[in-house]
């Protein structure tokens, strides 16, 4: 490997990345080091040989850099493992953030979701629904749809709308909310009362 290459900084990288505590890496931290080695022109195949790894392993541990950063930043908070995220970002594109949250508040107190957890929460997606149901869903959702028109930007959140609803419609939502079991646990008091 003669080329110029930044050998002090590649020897850094790899000394981190060798070093007796390099399998408790966070995933991320670990495709960082690795998409180092590939900016200073190293194949996957020299850093598999290098680090003692796979080279499908750097393949891997690589597409973690693809990542939002809504969903690097649930890998990075433990609720969801890298390669799981990246599995639901290439299968449900921006919505994987939120369906992640959405199965974590369903997980009843699990830190981290599974991607059994994703199974059995899509499994009960609208798909599954019957026709009375799917009618109760239209019903609360296309008032809502007309006020999408009069949405405007958020004044301190670039690439965010702000929407302003009757209450009417709010309650009609979380209505649905309830009605698709899609709602944060409750925690209850010392009385049994809801809070």
């Known amino acids: 490997m003669g080329n110029n290459r930044d050998t002090d900084g590649v020897d850094e990288i790899l000394s981190v990345l060798k070093d007796s505590q390099a399998k408790d890496l966070p995933p991320l931290r ?10 200073a022109n190293w194949t996957e195949s020299q850093i598999a040989h290098h680090v003692g790894r796979s080279q499908p392993h750097v393949h891997k541990t690589l597409s973690f850099l693809k990542l939002s950063e809504p969903l690097r930043a649930l890998v990075e908070a433990g609720v969801v493992s890298a390669t799981l ?3 639901l970002e ?3 594109g921006d919505n994987a953030p939120g369906i992640i949250r959405q199965v974590k508040s369903l997980t009843r107190g699990k830190r981290h979701v599974t991607a059994k957890d994703i199974k059995v929460a899509l499994s009960r997606s609208p798909k599954s629904l019957d026709e009375e ?3 109760a869903i239209s019903a609360r959702l296309l008032p809502l749809l007309w006020h999408l028109d009069r949405a405007i930007p958020a004044p301190d959140k670039p690439g965010y709308l702000t929407l302003v609803l009757p209450k009417t419609e ?5 209505s649905l909310r309830e009605m698709l079991a899609l709602k944060e646990p409750t925690i209850a008091d010392d009385r049994g009362e809801r809070s």
């Open 30 to 39: 670990r495709a960082e080091l690795y998409g180092q080695l590939t900016a």
């Open 85 to 87: 995220a990246v599995d």
């Open 90 to 92: 290439r299968d449900h």
């Open 133 to 135: 149901e799917l009618l």
């Open 170 to 174: 709010v309650d009609s939502l979380l």
